[in-house]
């Protein structure tokens, strides 16, 4: 029998962060929530308030509907939650509906529509401008313009623990004139944040401000977006990337919702020269969010959200100022996450600067890009609203098999 658990107030998955999830079980997909270590049965404690839109919603299998209703129903929904969780009168009929996260499976929380992956940070940017264009500018003309970014495919976005499988396509070898068909030589991986877009989709033609951005974004994932660098390059001039990109993208089963970063806003770096007015607002904001990169188990990074030139709200605004549509389970991604210094650097194409300089794993192997077996794995936490605490994102991880 499980017994309530004693969640201190302090704790990464206290009543300051509840995440969502959908749990796998023997019946069927449930909307769950973390709480401690512990996932809380939605669908169950559903039936406790039955005449809300939010109530309803969570007895689905995914959370397709509940990031449909939007903002006020998502903050009704966390203020009942929150109440609830610190109730002596319920605890004792809650506890049955608890499962330790260890024994959890975790489902795609939700179907993901439109994907996006920007370009965001500026280390990130210059980094990549040095390795390739070193004699050059580093970063390309438009970038302090505009968030750049490219469509992905959506329906290669699995969930952790899915195992990826070495992409296989065309790339030239540096010493040959023609192209070569065969397995990426160079795969890497890419450090991100994912904002998860919720709410009514918006009429095509229609716009989303800076200022009304977060009425659209419901929450946050861990994203590694794979990508096979040898591929990529050959094939990215002059239309960006594609099979490069397109073979799998992993989010983090918990989705964390923004509320839980209200304490995490920082502001933004200077933005020079000063963005066109539709990319200018209030709302734009940096949060200050720290990520750690682990390969079979060995950290060889800790980038540092905060220093991201282009805000969420910025990304949303730029994607849809031509009218482009958005709508629940649209996912923003925010590019490689890197820093100025070369332990915060958010891929190994950084890491390595381009296979020049392996870097060392714990079992004293090097790396300078995934082999086949490695498992890479992404953790992040943010500050909590009370000194000293924390909000933990959980985590997303995926193996390397060989290619087929």
Known sequence: MTTWPDVPADHPFGRDALPY?????????????????????????????????????????????????????????????RDALADPGRQEEW?????????????????????????????????????????????????????????????????????????????????SDTPVFGPSVRLDIEA??????????????????????????????????WSARDIQAWEYVPLGPFLGKSFATSISGWVLPMAALSAARVPLPIQEPLPLPYLCGHAATGYDVHLEVAVNGSVVSRPEYAGLYWAPQQMLAHMTVNGATTGPGDLVGSGTISGPRADQRGSFLELSWNGTEPFALADGTTRTFLEDGDTVTLRAWTPGPTPGSRVGFGEVTGRVLPAR
Not at 115 to 129: P, R
Not at 200 to 225: K, Q
């Open 95 to 175: 506890a049955a509906y608890l499962t330790p996260v260890e024994q959890v499976s975790l489902a795609l929380p939700f179907t993901v529509g439109d994907y996006v992956d920007c370009y965001a940070s500026e280390h990130h940017a210059t980094n990549v401008g040095r390795i390739f264009r070193p004699d050059g500018e580093a970063l390309t003309p438009n970038w302090r313009h505009l968030p750049i970014g490219y469509h992905g495919r959506s329906q290669t976005v699995v969930v952790t623990g899915t195992d990826v499988i070495r992409p296989t396509g065309q790339r030239k070898p540096p010493t």
């Open 192 to 225: 991100e944040l994912g904002f998860v877009v919720g709410g009514p989709r918006t009429a095509l033609g229609s716009r989303v401000s800076v200022d009304e951005a977060d009425e659209h974004l419901f929450g946050v994932v861990l994203l590694n977006d």
């Open 21 to 81: 999830g959908v749990m796998v079980t023997p019946a069927g997909s449930r909307i769950v929530v973390r709480y401690g270590d512990h996932a809380l049965d939605l669908r169950a404690v559903a039936d406790l308030e039955p005449d809300s839109a939010w109530a309803r919603a969570w007895r689905e299998p995914t959370l397709d509907t509940f990031l449909a209703l939007g903002r006020r129903d998502w903050d009704a929904a966390r203020v009942w939650l």
